[in-house]
T-cell receptor
Framework: GQNIDQPTEMTATEGAIVQINCTYQ??????LFWYQQHAGEAPTFLSY????GLEEKGRFSSFLSRSKGYSYLLLKELQMKDSASYLC????????????FGTGTLLAVQP | DGGITQSPKYLFRKEGQNVTLSCEQN?????MYWYRQDPGQGLRLIYY???????QKGDIAEGYSVSREKKESFPLTVTSAQKNPTAFYLC??????????????FGEGSRLTVL
C-alpha cells in the first residue's frame, strides 16, 4: 500500500531553524507537495518538488531525494505565526495521478 | 478576488438526516475535489470531478454523494448512510483536469457535527 510518514509534533524556538521530515513509499512518483494549515483553516500551498534537490522560497525551503523516498521542509527565522500543521503529500501512480496526504506535523513555535 | 467558498462553516445534524455542503469556485478550474480530515489522519479523498457532469469516487465515497452540474459548483451530500460523518470537510480545485502537477486550492472548510 501507499504510505507517508512524518512526525506528529515538533517544538521550536522563535528565530531558530526547524526541519520537518517526510518519508514515503508509493507506487511511482509524480511529485511531492508541502502545505501549511493553521487550526480550523484551509491548507495553503508552500512548495512542490518533482526533481531531486533543494527548492528555496524565502524563509521556506523543501528538499527531495527520490531514491531515498525522502523530503524535508526547512523553516528559517521562525516566527510565532509559523505555528501550524505542515502536510506532506505525494502524487503517485503514473498516468492515474493520485494524491496521498500524510497525517501532518504540528509545529509549535515558542518565544 | 478568486477563490473557493464553502458553506456553511459549521453545521450540526441529527442522526438520520442528510446534509449538503456547498462548494463554489470562481477560479475557472476544471477539477474539483472533496476531502475529509479527521484528527490524527491525513486528508482522505471522498469524490472528485474533472469535468462538468462527470465525477469519480475517491477512497472513502460510501455514504456520500455529489453532483457537478456547473463548472463552478461541486456540492457534497452527507447521507444518513455515512456511519461516522462528524469531521472537517475540505473542498479543493486544480486548474488542469486530472493533474496534481499544479497546487490544490482549498476552501475554508466546513465542520460537520452529528448530534
Amino acid at each position: 500500500g501507499q504510505n507517508i510518514d512524518q512526525p506528529t509534533e515538533m517544538t521550536a524556538t522563535e528565530g531558530a531553524i526547524v526541519q520537518i521530515n517526510c518519508t514515503y513509499q508509493t507506487s511511482g512518483f509524480n511529485g511531492l507537495f508541502w502545505y501549511q494549515q493553521h487550526a480550523g483553516e484551509a491548507p495553503t500551498f508552500l512548495s512542490y518538488n518533482v526533481l531531486d534537490g533543494l527548492e528555496e522560497k524565502g524563509r521556506f525551503s523543501s528538499f527531495l531525494s527520490r531514491s531515498k523516498g525522502y523530503s524535508y521542509l526547512l523553516l528559517k527565522e521562525l516566527q510565532m505565526k509559523d505555528s501550524a500543521s505542515y502536510l506532506c503529500a505525494v502524487c503517485y501512480g503514473g498516468a492515474t495521478n493520485k494524491l496521498i496526504f500524510g497525517t501532518g506535523t504540528l509545529l509549535a513555535v515558542q518565544p | 478576488d478568486g477563490g473557493i467558498t464553502q458553506s456553511p462553516k459549521y453545521l450540526f445534524r441529527k442522526e438520520g438526516q442528510n446534509v449538503t455542503l456547498s462548494c463554489e469556485q470562481n477560479l475557472n478550474h476544471d477539477a474539483m475535489y472533496w476531502y475529509r480530515q479527521d484528527p490524527g489522519q491525513g486528508l482522505r479523498l471522498i469524490y472528485y470531478s474533472q469535468i462538468v457532469n462527470d465525477f469519480q469516487k475517491g477512497d472513502i465515497a460510501e455514504g456520500y454523494s455529489v453532483s457537478r452540474e456547473k463548472k463552478e459548483s461541486f456540492p457534497l451530500t452527507v447521507t444518513s448512510a455515512q456511519k461516522n460523518p462528524t469531521a472537517f470537510y475540505l473542498c479543493a480545485s486544480t486548474k488542469n483536469r486530472g493533474s496534481y502537477t499544479g497546487e490544490l486550492f482549498f476552501g475554508e472548510g466546513s465542520r460537520l457535527t452529528v448530534l
